[in-house]
């Protein structure tokens, strides 16, 4: 696709709540991460993906979390027994192979808890 | 503990004016630092600079890397209200993927 896509766009929902949010990354990009942006704050490392193995998980804020890609493309953030401090806009981001390549985010998804 | 700071938090100027967003940081293993453009959604990419010295440029926004000083600054020139946004800048480990972000200035060009 033309750029990284993530949905839903809005998700409210009630705490406790498990909820799971997509990304599809620009086509070809085999490298797929995963931040968090709450509110008044700069963006947080989650994940890295590359290819469809994670080999840096060190963002992931608890066990709740938990993030799987398949065929190296689309990637699922589940969120298990949501609470009310995980209400943050999550963001993906996609580069094509090779260190030096800047990485390209989507649009990303609004989680509020209520 | 890696350290990645913004000034100023935030701005507004008017149409015309130039404007200069500072980044200091302070990390291990430096790789890259980049700089990327938020409004209402997804950040957009601007530059990353690896190299001292080397002016980057793209029309009015310009940027330039101080490894020894360990700062890094973008330029806009003749600030258009189109220009107005959050600007981040992030800083990536030659140890690691993540990139690891200041909080961003908030800039609002006024008519």
């Known amino acids: 696709g033309a750029g990284v896509s993530q949905s839903p766009s809005n998700k409210v929902t009630e705490k406790g709540k498990d909820v799971e949010l997509r990304c599809d990354p620009i086509?070809?990009?085999?490298?797929l991460y995963w931040y968090r942006q709450r509110l008044g704050q700069g963006l947080e490392f989650l994940i890295y993906?590359?290819?469809?193995?994670?080999?840096?998980k060190s963002g992931l804020p608890s066990d709740r979390f938990s993030a799987e890609r398949t065929g190296e493309s689309v990637s699922t953030l589940t969120i298990q027994r949501t609470q009310q401090e995980d209400s943050a806009v999550y963001l993906c981001?996609?580069?094509?192979?090779?260190?030096?390549?800047?990485?390209?985010f989507g649009d990303g998804t609004r989680l509020s808890i209520l | 503990e890696d350290k990645v700071v913004q000034s100023p938090l935030s701005l507004v100027v008017h149409e015309g004016d130039t404007v200069t967003l500072n980044c200091s940081y302070e990390?291990?293993?430096?790789?890259?630092l980049l700089w990327y453009k938020q409004e209402k959604k997804a950040p957009t990419f601007l530059f990353m600079l690896?190299?001292?010295?080397i002016e980057k440029k793209s029309g009015r926004l310009s940027s330039i890397l101080d490894k020894k000083e360990l700062f890094s600054i973008l330029n806009i020139t003749a600030t258009q209200t189109g220009d107005s946004a959050v600007y981040l800048c992030?800083?990536?480990?030659?140890?690691?993927?993540?990139?690891?972000f200041g909080k961003g200035t908030s800039l609002l060009v006024t008519p």
């Open positions: 981001a996609s580069s094509s192979q090779g260190r030096r390549q800047p990485q390209h």
């Open positions: 086509s070809g990009h085999t490298a």
């Open positions: 993906f590359q290819g469809n193995s994670a080999p840096d």
């Open positions: 990390v291990t293993n430096f790789r890259s």
């Open positions: 690896t190299s001292s010295g």
């Open positions: 992030a800083v990536e480990k030659d140890s690691g993927y993540a990139l690891n």
